[in-house]
Structure formats: structure tokens, C-alpha cells
């Protein structure tokens, strides 16, 4: 009798199969590679590639995105106004007609500091370097314009020109903020934050009152805060019984049916029976906190860099360099004093009382083109 035994090499046939799929693989990676063979190729190259679509949305979108932001700050800007006049006036006014007259007297001073500068620094150009003149100091050329490339100057990929001073493109301005703007830029935001901090302050108690406190006084029933203890009558002997039965301490009912004189309603009792100035109130207080903390913080950080006569984009090109050279100093660092006078203007006998604390649309010293530096300060230099 024969035996039929199979005879299946397991190993040779997975060794067989696992060489083949290598040798598959191996064969479409050379295809691919040598379809997209660059020389070029780095990591640079890699990232800038995987970064196009990023700067395609940039290119193409953030000038409709700038739009759309000028908007919505009007749009808020508007209303935290309006609400302040309608919600605020009468509520002040009920409690003082002399301190309302201050209040409305510095807050439209306020106002008006917000809208020039908002106004001014979307209008007025950043400045770029003009084509075809001679610039005796061009540090570099730029690659983008193929044109030379004045000192402080840079490339704005959102503008696709070159800027002056420049500082960083803002889609809130829809403008970016270099030599001829930034004054402009910086003081709205001074303003601006003077402005949320004013209607929080003015706006405190109200919004406690409405927000927590929650007391219509009786305009909504039932909406009052809670009595804290037990409700209590005094009987004809004069001894306090307490009132078990809830019927016999009825709010609605209890001041009027005893004929008790019914204190007159407050503004802020008003206003949290008003559904919508009582939406209004939580609307301000949500926009003027949350304002507060982002340009607060915006506003801290662009003043310390005027402090050091630096740009944005300076602090993050000197902060790069001072880790490598330890005794690296900005050339254009005049000393605090000196650096916040040639960011405001504040040469040639122009005043902090006519020049930062009212609108003036005076422009910085120089051209924007060459800059003095500590190492070349001439006699006329202010
Ligand atoms: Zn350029
Ligand atoms: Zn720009």
C-alpha cells in the first residue's frame, strides 16, 4: 500500500512570498523616487512645500479676512456704545446728574482717541520703499520684489510688499503696522483698553446688581432673591410668632394688601426685568473682560518692545542673536526715554498734552529709509 504524504514547505513558500512583496515594494518606491527625484531636497524644502497650502489660504483669503475683522470690531465697537448710552445713562443718571455729566464728558474723550486711531491706522500706509530710487543703505535685496531692502524693512507675504519698520501685518486693521502706522496702531489699543477698563469700572455695581444681586423688586413676581431665616409676624402683644403656613407671607400679595408704603422701583431693578438691557448688561461684561485681557496683554508686551526700540519682528530676530552673542546690543536703542519720545513723535516741541492725549496725525521723524543708530547720532538728531 502507498502512503500519500503532502509534502508542504511552510517556510520555503512564506520566504518566497515575503522576498516577492519586498521586491514589489522596493520596485514602486524606486518608480515613485525617481518620478519625483529633486536635488534641492531638504528639510526646508520639505516643510516650505507642506506649508503651501497654508500660505495659498494666506494669499488668498486674508485680504477678504482683514475685511470681514474691520467689520466686526465696528460692529462691537458700536455696540458696547450704544448699550452704554441706553443701559448705563439712565442707571448713572438716577444716581448722580454731576457724575454722569464727567462720565459721558471722558468717556466720548475716550471714543474719540478710539476712532481716530482705529480710523488712522487702517488708512494711513505702513510705507514702503519707492521703486527705482537710489537707497544708500539698503541692507539687502529682497527676494520678492527684487528690489533693495532699506534697514528694519520686510517682506509682508499678505501685502506682497515691502514694508518700513515694519512690525506685523494686522488682519484687525486689515493694514500691516510698520513706520507711518505704528503710532497709530499702538495708541488704539492704549485707548481701546482705556476704554473696556472705563465701562468696567462705571459698569461694576450695575453688573453686580444685575447679574448676581438678580432683584426686580417685585416687577417679575416670584423673582426676588431669597430671605435668608424663617418669616416671621408679630402678633398684638408685640411677640414674633413664626408663620408656618407660606399662604399667610405671600409676596405678591403681603406690601399691598396691608396697605405698606411700596418703595419706588431703581433703574437697576428695571433693568434686570428688561430681558433684553438685562442680555445687554452680560453682553458687555463677556466683550469688555475678554477685550481687557487680550489687548491688555497685546498692549503690555508692544510697549516693552518700544521700551528696547525694537519691532515686533526685531524682538524675535535680537532675541535669536543675543543667545548666540551675549553682549549683543539693539543699534537702534536709545535708552527708554529717548525710544518711547521718537515712537510718539514727541520732537521738534510737540507735547504728551496736545500729541498722545488728543488725536494728531502728525508723522515720525525721519524718512524710514536710513535709520540713526547708536553708533551714528548726528547733531540734528532730536
Ligand atoms: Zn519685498
Ligand atoms: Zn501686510
Same mark, same amino acid.
Request: proline share 6%.
Given at each position: 500500500?502507498?502512503?500519500? $504524504?503532502?509534502?508542504?514547505?511552510?517556510?520555503?513558500?512564506?520566504?518566497?512570498?515575503?522576498?516577492?512583496?519586498?521586491?514589489?515594494?522596493?520596485?514602486?518606491?524606486? *518608480?515613485?523616487?525617481?518620478? *519625483?527625484?529633486?536635488?534641492?531636497?531638504?528639510?526646508?524644502? +520639505?516643510?516650505?512645500?507642506?506649508?503651501?497650502?497654508?500660505?495659498?489660504?494666506?494669499?488668498?483669503?486674508?485680504?477678504?479676512?482683514?475685511?470681514?475683522?474691520?467689520?466686526?470690531? @465696528?460692529?462691537?465697537? *458700536? #455696540?458696547?456704545?450704544?448699550?452704554?448710552?441706553?443701559?448705563?445713562?439712565?442707571?448713572?443718571?438716577?444716581?448722580?446728574?454731576?457724575?454722569? &455729566?464727567? !462720565?459721558?464728558?471722558?468717556?466720548?474723550?475716550?471714543?474719540?482717541?478710539?476712532?481716530?486711531?482705529?480710523?488712522?491706522?487702517?488708512?494711513? /500706509?505702513?510705507?514702503?520703499?519707492?521703486?527705482?530710487?537710489?537707497?544708500?543703505?539698503?541692507?539687502?535685496?529682497?527676494?520678492?520684489?527684487? /528690489?533693495?531692502?532699506?534697514?528694519?524693512?520686510?517682506?509682508?507675504?499678505?501685502?506682497?510688499?515691502?514694508?518700513?519698520?515694519?512690525?506685523?501685518?494686522?488682519?484687525?486693521?486689515?493694514?500691516?503696522?510698520?513706520?507711518?502706522? +505704528?503710532?497709530?496702531?499702538y495708541?488704539?489699543m492704549?485707548?481701546?483698553? =482705556?476704554?473696556?477698563?472705563?465701562?468696567?469700572?462705571?459698569? &461694576?455695581?450695575?453688573?453686580?446688581?444685575? !447679574?448676581?444681586?438678580?432683584?426686580?423688586?417685585?416687577? &417679575?413676581?416670584?423673582?426676588?432673591?431669597? !430671605?435668608?431665616?424663617?418669616? !416671621?409676624?408679630?402678633?398684638? /402683644?408685640?411677640?414674633?410668632?413664626?408663620?408656618?403656613?407660606?399662604?399667610?407671607?405671600?409676596?405678591?400679595?403681603?406690601?399691598?394688601?396691608?396697605?405698606? $408704603?411700596?418703595?419706588?422701583? *431703581?433703574? #437697576?431693578?428695571?433693568?434686570?426685568?428688561?430681558?433684553?438691557?438685562?442680555? =445687554?448688561?452680560?453682553?458687555? +461684561?463677556?466683550?469688555?473682560? @475678554?477685550?481687557?485681557?487680550?489687548?491688555?496683554?497685546l498692549t503690555?508686551s508692544h510697549g516693552?518692545n518700544i521700551?528696547?526700540?525694537?519691532?515686533?519682528?526685531?524682538?524675535?530676530?535680537?532675541?535669536? &542673536?543675543?543667545?548666540?552673542?551675549?553682549?549683543?546690543?539693539?543699534?537702534?536703542?536709545?535708552?527708554?526715554?529717548?525710544?518711547?519720545?521718537?515712537?510718539?513723535?514727541?520732537?521738534?516741541?510737540?507735547?504728551?498734552?496736545?500729541?498722545?492725549?488728543?488725536?494728531?496725525?502728525?508723522?515720525?521723524?525721519?524718512?524710514?529709509?536710513?535709520?540713526?543708530?547708536?553708533?551714528?547720532?548726528?547733531?540734528?538728531?532730536?
Amino acid at each position: 500500500m502507498v502512503v500519500i $504524504t503532502w509534502n508542504f514547505r511552510y517556510r520555503v513558500f512564506f520566504r518566497k512570498l515575503r522576498d516577492h512583496i519586498q521586491w514589489q515594494f522596493s520596485q514602486t518606491l524606486l *518608480t515613485l523616487r525617481s518620478l *519625483t527625484y529633486n536635488e534641492h531636497m531638504s528639510q526646508n524644502y +520639505a516643510i516650505d512645500i507642506l506649508l503651501e497650502p497654508i500660505f495659498w489660504i494666506v494669499d488668498n483669503f486674508a485680504k477678504y479676512l482683514g475685511k470681514v475683522f474691520v467689520f466686526c470690531v @465696528s460692529v462691537l465697537t *458700536t #455696540a458696547v456704545v450704544i448699550i452704554a448710552y441706553w443701559v448705563g445713562l439712565p442707571y448713572w443718571w438716577e444716581r448722580s446728574p454731576k457724575t454722569t &455729566i464727567f !462720565l459721558i464728558i471722558f468717556g466720548n474723550w475716550l471714543l474719540l482717541n478710539i476712532i481716530f486711531h482705529y480710523y488712522m491706522g487702517i488708512v494711513t /500706509s505702513p510705507g514702503n520703499p519707492p521703486h527705482g530710487a537710489m537707497i544708500t543703505e539698503a541692507a539687502s535685496i529682497c527676494k520678492k520684489c527684487i /528690489s533693495p531692502k532699506p534697514p528694519r524693512t520686510h517682506h509682508c507675504s499678505v501685502c506682497d510688499k515691502c514694508i518700513l519698520n515694519m512690525d506685523h501685518h494686522c488682519p484687525w486693521l486689515n493694514n500691516c503696522v510698520g513706520y507711518y502706522n +505704528a503710532r497709530y496702531f499702538y495708541l488704539y489699543m492704549v485707548y481701546m483698553v =482705556a476704554g473696556v477698563t472705563f465701562v468696567i469700572v462705571a459698569g &461694576i455695581d450695575l453688573g453686580y446688581q444685575v !447679574l448676581w444681586v438678580n432683584d426686580t423688586g417685585g416687577i &417679575i413676581p416670584n423673582n426676588d432673591p431669597d !430671605l435668608i431665616g424663617h418669616p !416671621l409676624r408679630m402678633n398684638q /402683644s408685640g411677640i414674633l410668632v413664626p408663620v408656618k403656613v407660606i399662604d399667610e407671607y405671600d409676596s405678591e400679595h403681603f406690601p399691598r394688601e396691608h396697605d405698606l $408704603t411700596v418703595p419706588p422701583f *431703581t433703574e #437697576a431693578q428695571r433693568i434686570t426685568a428688561h430681558p433684553w438691557k438685562r442680555k =445687554a448688561v452680560l453682553f458687555m +461684561a463677556i466683550i469688555c473682560v @475678554s477685550v481687557l485681557f487680550a489687548l491688555g496683554t497685546l498692549t503690555v508686551s508692544h510697549g516693552r518692545n518700544i521700551s528696547r526700540g525694537e519691532t515686533s519682528i526685531e524682538s524675535h530676530i535680537n532675541m535669536r &542673536i543675543r543667545k548666540s552673542q551675549p553682549n549683543f546690543k539693539n543699534p537702534y536703542d536709545f535708552g527708554r526715554k529717548k525710544n518711547w519720545r521718537l515712537f510718539l513723535g514727541l520732537i521738534q516741541g510737540r507735547t504728551f498734552l496736545r500729541h498722545v492725549l488728543l488725536p494728531s496725525s502728525h508723522k515720525p521723524a525721519g524718512t524710514g529709509l536710513s535709520w540713526h543708530s547708536v553708533h551714528n547720532t548726528i547733531e540734528d538728531w532730536p
